[in-house]
C-alpha cells in the first residue's frame, strides 16, 4: 500500500520544487543557528561554546537537509496527493532536529536550565507537528518516518549528554545504548529482509516518549538534589520496556510483511 501509493504520487512527477523547498528551509535553519552562535558568543560563559555549537549544528543542519532533499518522493500524503513544496508539519519537525545541537551543547556546558528550556520548546514541536498534518491533511509517508526517527535521535542524545555529565548513572546509559542498537539494528535487518521499511506507531511508544519527555525535562531544570535516584532508575525502567516492545513489534511487522507478499 505504501509502495503503491509513493509509486502513485511520484509518477511523472518533477520533484525540482520540492527539492528547491527543502534546501532553501534548511538554509534559512542555518542562518538562524548562526544568529543562535552570534548570541551564545555573548553569553556570560565560555566564548568557545558558540564555537562548539556552530561547529556541531552546520554539518548536522545540512546533513539532514541533504538526506531529505535526496527522499522527496517520499513527500506524498498517504493519500496519494503530491506536495509540491516542504509542508509546514515537516518545516516544525526540522526545527527539532536542528535543536539537537544547541541542547547538547548547553548540557555539555552545564547549562542545565537553558538546556531543558529549550529541551521543553522542542519537545512542544513534537506535538505541534502531528497536528498541523492532521489539521491540513498533510500526514506524508516521509513524516511517518522521520518524526520517530526525530524523536529516538533528540532523546537519545540528550540521554547521553545527561549521562556524560553524570546526570545519570552508567547502567541507565548503558540500557540507553542497548535500546537504541535494537531500534537501528531491528529496522537495518527488517530493511535487507523485506526489501522495504515497515513504520507503525502505537500507543504504547508515543507514551514512551511522553513520559521520556517529562523525565528529561525533570532532569535538566529541576536540582539533582531535590530529584533523588528516582528519575534514573524511571528512565532505566522505561528502556528496557522499550526495548521489549521494539523487539515484539519488529516480530509482528515482519510476520505481516510476509504474509502479505
Keep these: 500500500m505504501a509502495q503503491e501509493a509513493i509509486r502513485m504520487g511520484t ?4 520533484c525540482g520544487a520540492v527539492r528547491r523547498s527543502v534546501l532553501a528551509y534548511t538554509l534559512l535553519l542555518a542562518m538562524v543557528q548562526a544568529g543562535v552562535a552570534l548570541l551564545l558568543a555573548r553569553w556570560p560563559g565560555p566564548a568557545r561554546l558558540a564555537w562548539y555549537f556552530l561547529g556541531a ?3 548536522w543542519t545540512f546533513l539532514v537537509g541533504g538526506l531529505l532533499a535526496a527522499n522527496t518522493g517520499l513527500l506524498v500524503t498517504l493519500k496519494g496527493r503530491r506536495l509540491h513544496r516542504l509542508n509546514l508539519a515537516t518545516r516544525v519537525s526540522l526545527i527539532r532536529v536542528c535543536c539537537v545541537p544547541l541542547v547538547l ?13 529549550v529541551f521543553m520548546g522542542a519537545a512542544l514541536t513534537d506535538w505541534l507537528d502531528g497536528f498541523l498534518a492532521r489539521r491540513t491533511d498533510s500526514v506524508t509517508w516521509l513524516g511517518r518516518i ?15 549528554a545527561l549521562g556524560a555529565c ?3 548513572p552508567a547502567w541507565v546509559v548503558g540500557l540507553v545504548v542497548l535500546r537504541y542498537s535494537i531500534l537501528v539494528g531491528g529496522a537495518v535487518l527488517l530493511r535487507l529482509l523485506l526489501g522495504t521499511l515497515p513504520v507503525r506507531a502505537t500507543f504504547f511508544g ?3 516518549y511522553l513520559v ?3 523525565l528529561l525535562a525533570a532532569l535538566l531544570l529541576l536540582p539533582a538534589a531535590r530529584l ?13 520496556a522499550v526495548s521489549v516492545q521494539l523487539l515484539g513489534l519488529g516480530l509482528v511487522l515482519f510476520r505481516e510483511a510476509r504474509r502479505g507478499g
Design 11 to 14: 509518477e511523472q512527477w518533477d
Design 57 to 59: 549544528a552546520l554539518p
Design 105 to 117: 551543547t548547553l548540557i555539555l556546558a552545564r547549562q542545565p536550565i537553558a538546556a531543558g528550556l
Design 146 to 160: 522521520i518524526d520517530p526517527s526525530i524523536d529516538a535521535v533528540f532523546c537519545g542524545s540528550t540521554l547521553l
Design 166 to 168: 553524570g546526570r545519570l
Design 206 to 208: 508515543r507514551t514512551a
Design 212 to 214: 521520556q519527555y517529562v
Design 228 to 240: 533523588g535516584a528516582w528519575p534514573g532508575w524511571a528512565l532505566g525502567f522505561l528502556q528496557v
